[in-house]
């Protein structure tokens, strides 16, 4: 290993040591930037050592701060991706796979921007509602007195008659939104341990605080990294040259680990959120090029 491949290893090494304690996406980076020096199946495999390592330090880091139910909720979708990707590797070559990725997580950082874009036109909408109301008369004293508690006006009507439609439209949502994400996120987390911004989108909608939400991507991804380590064995992604050469990164993955730590208990919710879709946007833009 030369001396410019060693420092692009380390550089993977901290980049995927922030991935698992400060900026979930950031791993995806790791291996981008490995696929410039090696084929992408081994940078896969390296990477999912790193990972193993991170998960563990990210874990102890992190410790108390997970949400079991989040988990429960996306592992059987994720099973289901692992053995989708599984397959995948078995048949594709190193530039269908990194296209692969890139296409998917385009497509997840597209659909984000463009519901926040829908977010920000409602609420933009219902303050101008808001507005409208204040500016009308209000009733006399007289007509609210007529009105007893049992009344019910249209809008009483209205909104009861939609309640229940709402709710399943909800409940509909959330079981597409886990079975879409848990699905990609098995496929991308096994073909290239890319499946960082898919979960840091989830995680994110979710509505965890920062500690909590790192704290569940640890437990995540070492339960998913754990399954998927026999894949890469028997896969040749993993082998024992390949181990060794990168066995002396180990060090900077749980120093990074510690170094994220200390920053995430200091930044704000909002920054963090900003931080995980940039580097969601990089990591497609690196795959593409």
């Known amino acids: 290993m030369t001396v410019g491949v060693m420092a692009v290893v380390a550089i993977a090494a901290v980049l995927y040591g922030l991935d698992k304690s400060l900026a979930p996406g950031a791993g995806i980076l790791a291996v981008a930037t490995l696929t410039a020096v090696m084929p992408a199946k081994e940078a896969t495999g390296i990477t999912l050592i790193m990972a193993i390592v991170a998960d563990w330090s990210a874990i102890w880091a992190y410790r108390g701060n997970v949400s079991r139910r989040t988990l429960l909720r996306l592992f059987p979708f994720v099973a289901i991706g692992i053995v989708a990707g599984a397959g995948f590797l078995f048949v594709a070559d190193n530039t269908v796979t990194r296209l692969t990725i890139g296409v998917i997580l385009a497509v997840f ?110 437990w995540f991804y070492l339960i998913i990294n754990m399954v998927k380590l026999p894949f890469a064995i028997g896969l040749n992604m993993i082998t024992w040259t390949n181990f060794t050469a990168m066995a002396w990164t180990i060090p900077l993955v749980v120093i990074a680990v510690l170094c994220g730590r200390w920053v995430a208990r200091r930044v704000s919710q909002s920054a963090f959120s900003v931080l995980v879709y940039a580097l969601s946007v990089v990591a497609v833009i690196r795959l593409f090029l």
């Open 109 to 218: 950082v597209g659909m984000y921007f463009l519901s926040l874009a829908r977010k920000r036109i409602a609420e933009r909408r219902t303050v101008g509602r808001s507005g409208q109301a204040e500016a009308k008369p209000s009733k006399t004293d007289a007509s609210n007195a007529m009105m007893t508690d049992d009344t019910t006006t249209a809008d009483d009507s209205d909104a009861r008659s939609s309640a229940v439609p709402h709710a399943v439209g909800t409940k509909t949502f959330a079981l597409v939104k886990r079975v879409v994400c848990g699905a990609l996120a098995g496929f991308t987390t096994m073909v290239a341990n890319a499946g960082g911004p898919i979960t840091s989108i989830y995680f994110l909608s979710e509505n965890l605080s920062v500690v909590r939400f790192l704290g569940t991507t640890a």
